[in-house]
Nanobody, 116 residues
Framework: QVRLVESGGGLVQAGGSLRLSCAAV????????MGWYRQAPGNQRELVAV???????TYTDSVKGRFTISRDGAKNTVLLQMNNLKPEDTDVYYC??????????WGQGTQVTVSS
């Protein structure tokens, strides 16, 4: 059974940096895309960044120029480097691996808190 294990969240002051990591435990035959989402209580989960198996990246407008997504396909790992963090980036962050057939895997979530 496949699990996604996240790490790297925490508390940081505005302007600081954090790096989130997500690794798959278990075998995944093929991954179409890896992404990061975030969700605040009572809100819908929103896409932060995604990287395809071909290396194409997409970011939500609010994080462009501050966040960078990268992956290690051989290790089934995706990273999210977050710089110049702002209080509005405070959320629970979830990683997601999309696989063929419409299925996907989700991480357990990691809390990111940015103090002003």
């Amino acid at each position: 059974q496949v699990r996604l294990v996240e790490s790297g969240g925490g508390l940081v002051q505005a302007g600081g940096s954090l790096r989130l990591s997500c690794a798959a435990v278990g075998s995944i035959f093929r991954i179409l895309a890896m992404g990061w989402y975030r969700q605040a209580p009572g809100n819908q989960r929103e896409l932060v960044a995604v990287i395809t198996s071909g290396g194409t990246t997409t970011y939500t407008d609010s994080v462009k120029g501050r966040f960078t997504i990268s992956r290690d396909g051989a290790k089934n790992t995706v990273l999210l480097q977050m710089n110049n963090l702002k209080p509005e980036d405070t959320d629970v962050y979830y990683c997601n691996f999309r696989i063929p057939g419409g299925g996907d895997y989700w991480g357990q979530g990691t809390q990111v808190t940015v103090s002003s």
